[in-house]
Structures are given as structure tokens and as C-alpha cells.
């Protein structure tokens, strides 16, 4: 190892001290390992470091520059997708930015060419520091109360994008196209000038004096972390369908099919809370020879408030106005996620889960978080009752806006001790501008 200057800082535990498998230096090894990778900053080269030493973590709280990259190790089939997302980008196959959005939002490319996913960084999110869209600047600057969602912690839409996709499959929905947080590197992304100058200036230092070069810690532009999530094929916007649906009315059994899946995604965005689910943030597929209809939650960055939307900015769910809102839940629906929603310790379980997920964010904030948890058990418990009382999603919505927080609290409302670890509020006012 040419690089030791970490290691001298003593910012590592010094007892942890072996052979580093890559050099035949004596190092600690995830010392090594993370200067291999910082210098080195390649796929092969992470994956032949990889595979020498596995105890190999991403989350080496030790290392400056550890983590930055990709490691699924109980999802191999999802690792595999980012493999070849990675192997086209380092063969020139480059993300490409989605046209339409408000935020820069990349079509993620197989070596082939083929679309394999859709990647969110989170400094390109609206309100991230690389936005590329100059409007949202513009909004930002001039007028930052009356634009983006005040309920929502700023710049966190990839956490969401993540976490959406956990609700819906350890509450089984099967309605969001699998979402992790993923880093990726792509000179298409949005870079600063700083940034693209320095990678500019090491990758000429390491042609020119490999010496000094050597020393760098990275040589590429850096991965940008955000949310990636799987593409789907054959769909298209809910919007679309529903007007078709309406001028030629489904068979029967798609019908059917339709209200369950439905109901799937009221589940998943009442759960979230979703403030932004439009008719154009759904997908349906549909093919009539394949007698089959599917729905794809997609853009989900916009939901876990840390409180209720304020009565003067709704966010209504655009759903509850169809026509299938109007249907009591299913039996099936219920089946599927009542003795799960109704069981704190599943619920504990996932609030558990998210804080794994949401802690790893650089502005991640212990008390914001509980905020956004007691936002989602009091979904849960709305939706429970719903669910137990046989409503439909219209009355789902009415019902009034409860908080369960962990312990405790003073707040306005009435309040019912559940037990004494939560501590349940209800919000009995109704937003100004919606019909509920
Ligand atoms: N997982 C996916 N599978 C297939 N198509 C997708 C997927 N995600 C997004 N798309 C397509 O990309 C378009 C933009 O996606 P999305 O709405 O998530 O991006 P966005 O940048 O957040 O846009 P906006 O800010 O306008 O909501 C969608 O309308 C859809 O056509
Ligand atoms: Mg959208």
C-alpha cells in the first residue's frame, strides 16, 4: 500500500492490525481495503478485493471513503442488476436523465442498452444542492413556503423511494417495483464544476506522475447515492387506462383484478402517506390476451411526513376521487394485511426496519424520525379499523388524522394511553381545501 496517511491519522483501532490481503503490507485490513478501493475505485477491482477478504463491509464506520458502494449480499438477484448497471456505465452505456420531472431522474441501462432501472441521487432530488432543473432553484430561492411540502423532511425522497418498497413487501402488496438506495457514478449525472475539474485534474496526475496520482483518494467522479428501482415493462400511466376503462368497460374478472390490486396501492399510500399520488404516479398493465391487469406504485419520495399535511395543503390521494374508492375493502385485502397491521409487534418490527434503512441518510435526525414513525402507526391504526369496520377507501380518508407516539405527550387533541409505551392523538379538524 502506497497510502497510509489514514491509518497514521489513528483514526482506526490500531489493535485490529493483519496482513492486508491485496499487498503484502502489514495493515489493518479494512484499512487497506478501503485505500484499495478509494484508489482503485472501479467495479472489478471492489469485486476481486471483495471476493479475496469478505469480511469486507459496507459499513465500516472506521473507513472515510467505505460505503460508498454497492453490496447486497441477501439479495443476489437485485446485486446482479446493479452489476450490470455498472459494467454498462463503465462501458460507456450511460444512465440516461428522464425528460419529464422535476428533478433529476436517470434511466438506468443494461451493457445492451436495455432499460434495467430507474436511479434517483438524492443531490438531484427537487430541493437536493445539484438539482438540474433550474425552476425548482428558482422556486427555492424566491419562494420557499409556498413550493415543496413542509411535512416532509427536505431531501430525503430517495429514503422514501427505499422505504415504500420495504412497507410493500413485508406487507406482501406486490405493488412497488423493488427499491433500494444504490451508488452510482455517471459522467451524464449532474456534477458540480468543482467536482468534474478535480476528477479532470487526478485522472491527468495519475497518466502524467503515477506516483502522485496514486495517492488520490479517488480518481472518477464520485457515486452519488439514491434510490434504484427496477423497471417495469408494459405499463403505462394510470391515467390513461382509466380513461379507456371508462369508454370500454372491463370483463368481469379483470374488474375484480383491478379492485385488488387497487386496494393494494390505497394500502401502501395510506400506510406512507403518500402527498403525492397522482393518476400519472401509477402505473397499470394490461394486456388483454394475457387476461391480466397489474399496478405499479412508482415514484414514492414524496410520503413519510414527520406530521399530518397542514390543514391548508391537503395533499389529498388522487385515488379516493375513482370510482373504485367507493367499493368497501375486500376480504381478500383484508387476509392479506389485517393480521399484520393489527399486530404491534409486525408493526415495531417495520418501524425497526425503516430506522435501519432511513440512519444511514447524513442528516438523519433521531426525534424527526420518531415524528415520522407516529405518523405511520397512527395510518396503521386508521387503517386497521378501517379494515375491521368493512369501510371503503372514500371513508378511509375521512376518518380523523390520529399520531401514536412512542411515550407520553402533551398535545392537542384527545389522547388515549395505549398500554404505557404509545400515547394516541386524535386530530379532529378537516383540511380547508378538500371534500374531506
Ligand atoms: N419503475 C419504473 N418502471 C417503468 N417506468 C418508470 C418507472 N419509474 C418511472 N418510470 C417512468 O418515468 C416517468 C418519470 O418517473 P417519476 O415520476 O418517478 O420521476 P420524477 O422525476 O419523480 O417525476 P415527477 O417529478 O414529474 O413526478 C414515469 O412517468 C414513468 O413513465
Ligand atoms: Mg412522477
Redesign the pocket.
Known amino acids: 500500500c502506497l497510502y497510509v496517511s489514514p491509518y497514521e491519522k489513528g483514526h482506526v483501532n490500531r489493535t485490529s492490525r493483519s496482513f492486508c490481503p491485496v499487498c503484502p503490507v502489514f495493515l489493518p485490513s479494512h484499512v487497506c481495503l478501503s485505500l484499495h478501493l478509494s484508489l482503485y475505485p472501479t467495479v472489478t477491482s471492489v469485486r476481486l478485493i471483495q471476493s479475496i477478504w469478505s469480511p469486507l463491509s459496507a459499513d465500516c464506520s472506521h473507513c472515510t471513503h467505505g460505503g460508498d458502494f454497492n453490496h447486497f449480499p441477501d439479495d443476489p438477484e437485485f446485486a446482479d442488476i446493479i452489476q450490470r448497471a455498472e459494467h454498462a456505465i463503465e462501458n460507456g452505456v450511460f444512465p440516461e436523465r428522464?425528460s419529464?420531472?422535476?428533478?433529476g431522474?436517470y434511466f438506468v441501462k443494461d451493457p445492451k442498452g436495455k432499460i434495467i432501472g430507474?436511479f434517483?441521487p438524492k443531490s438531484e432530488e427537487p430541493y437536493g444542492h445539484l438539482n438540474p432543473k433550474w425552476t425548482k432553484y428558482f422556486h427555492k430561492l424566491c419562494c420557499p413556503c409556498c413550493f415543496g411540502r413542509g411535512c416532509l423532511l427536505p431531501n430525503q425522497g430517495y429514503l422514501s423511494e427505499a422505504a415504500a418498497s420495504l412497507v410493500d413487501s413485508k406487507l406482501g402488496l406486490g405493488v412497488v417495483?423493488k427499491t433500494k438506495v444504490v451508488y452510482l457514478a455517471s459522467e451524464t449525472f449532474h456534477y458540480s464544476a468543482i467536482d468534474r475539474a478535480k476528477s479532470r485534474g487526478k485522472k491527468y496526475a495519475l497518466e502524467k506522475v503515477p506516483k502522485v496520482g496514486r495517492r488520490f483518494h479517488r480518481v472518477g467522479l464520485p457515486p452519488k447515492v439514491g434510490s434504484f428501482?427496477?423497471?417495469?415493462e408494459g405499463?403505462r400511466?394510470a391515467d390513461y387506462w382509466l380513461r379507456r376503462f371508462e369508454a370500454e368497460p372491463l370483463p368481469e374478472n379483470i374488474r375484480k383484478q383491478l379492485q385488488s390490486q387497487f386496494e393494494r396501492l390505497v394500502v401502501l399510500d395510506y400506510v406512507i402517506r403518500n402527498t403525492?399520488r397522482g393518476n400519472?404516479?401509477w402505473?397499470i398493465k394490461y394486456e388483454n390476451l394475457d387476461s391480466c391487469i397489474k399496478i405499479?406504485a412508482?415514484?414514492n419520495?414524496l410520503a413519510f411526513p414527520f406530521k399530518h399535511p397542514d390543514e391548508w395543503r391537503a395533499y389529498p390521494f388522487h385515488w379516493a376521487w375513482l370510482p373504485q374508492a367507493k367499493v368497501a375493502f375486500s376480504q381478500e385485502t383484508r387476509d392479506l394485511v389485517l393480521s399484520r397491521l393489527s399486530d404491534m409487534n409486525f408493526v415495531q418490527d417495520l418501524c425497526e426496519d425503516l430506522y435501519e434503512m432511513f440512519k444511514t441518510d447524513k442528516g438523519f435526525d433521531k426525534t424527526m424520525f420518531e415524528r415520522q414513525m407516529s405518523v405511520m402507526r397512527g395510518q396503521v391504526l386508521n387503517l386497521t379499523q378501517a379494515l375491521k369496520d368493512g369501510k371503503s377507501p372514500i371513508q378511509l380518508v375521512q376518518m380523523p388524522r390520529v399520531v401514536v407516539e412512542r411515550s407520553r405527550s402533551g398535545g392537542q387533541g384527545r389522547v388515549v394511553t395505549l398500554g404505557n409505551a404509545f400515547t394516541q392523538t386524535f386530530h379532529c379538524k378537516r383540511p380547508f381545501f378538500s371534500s374531506w
Do not use: M, T
Request: proline residues 4%; aromatic residues 8%; hydrophobic residues 35%.
Open positions: 428522464i419529464q420531472g422535476s428533478s431522474s430507474v434517483k417495483p428501482q427496477l423497471f417495469v405499463y400511466e403525492d400519472d404516479n402505473l405499479a412508482i415514484d419520495g
